[in-house]
């Protein structure tokens, strides 16, 4: 049971435009949503994340929103660069277990 | 460099065959995670262990097993391999038993022939 849908599979975006990534949950129990960032070769490395108790965190040219009520929450990036094409996972995790989307391939051109 | 080891790089075996993927988390780090990642599944969790002592189980397979040694480093064993065993394993640690951030390392890619 996929308990993090994540979309869209791939994006592509021009330099300087903005990326958008949506991810929803199921499991109301989920209190830590990271997102992960992955370039080919490499392995994951945490970029951001936000618990429950806000509705927006920004680090950054990257911004998580939350919105608990429609338990969705997604990824943006402002200014998007050629350097920011990866995997994005998004991910929600309980006390035991994260639990990753199946990811986004982002490609940022010129 | 997250500081998170994994061996080997790659590794390609046949089918039925049995291998040992070996992961050293950071120092420091009690927690390590194994998951699994292959292009329509994305990343798969598969087990955690806790200072020696399992603590989570996922989608792990019965053919699969893991365990954390006293010096914290782990191993996955994954035995009787089928073709759709080849994928990226990783290994994943942190500081405490409670999910958190996650440092990875770079992957054991498997290849069953």
């Known amino acids: 049971q996929q308990q993090v849908k994540q979309s869209p599979q791939s994006l592509i975006v021009q330099k300087g435009g903005i990326s958008i990534i949506n991810c929803a949950y199921e499991n109301t129990a989920f209190d830590y949503f990271p997102w992960y960032q992955q370039f080919p070769g490499k392995g994951p490395a945490l970029l951001i994340a936000i618990r429950p108790d806000v509705s927006e965190k920004k680090e950054g040219r990257f911004t998580i929103s939350f919105n608990k009520s429609a338990k969705q929450f997604s990824l943006h990036i402002m200014d998007s660069q050629p350097g920011d094409s990866a995997t994005y996972f998004c991910a929600a995790s309980t006390a035991s277990k994260l639990t990753f989307g199946t990811g986004t391939r982002l490609q940022v051109t010129l | 460099d997250s500081g998170v080891t994994q061996t080997p790089k790659h590794l390609i075996t046949a089918t039925g065959q049995r291998v040992t993927l070996r992961c050293s988390p950071r120092s420091g780090d009690l927690s390590v995670y194994w998951y699994q990642q292959s292009l329509d599944q994305g990343l798969q969790f598969l087990i955690q262990?806790?200072?020696?002592?399992?603590?989570a189980k996922g989608n792990i397979l019965e053919r699969f097993s893991a365990q954390q040694f006293p010096d914290l480093h782990s191993e996955l064993n994954l035995s009787s391999l089928e073709l759709g065993d080849s994928a990226l394993y990783f290994c994943a640690s942190s500081v405490l038993s409670v999910d958190g951030e996650l440092f990875f390392g770079e992957g054991s890619r498997l290849t069953v022939l």
């Open positions: 262990y806790y200072n020696g002592e399992e603590r």
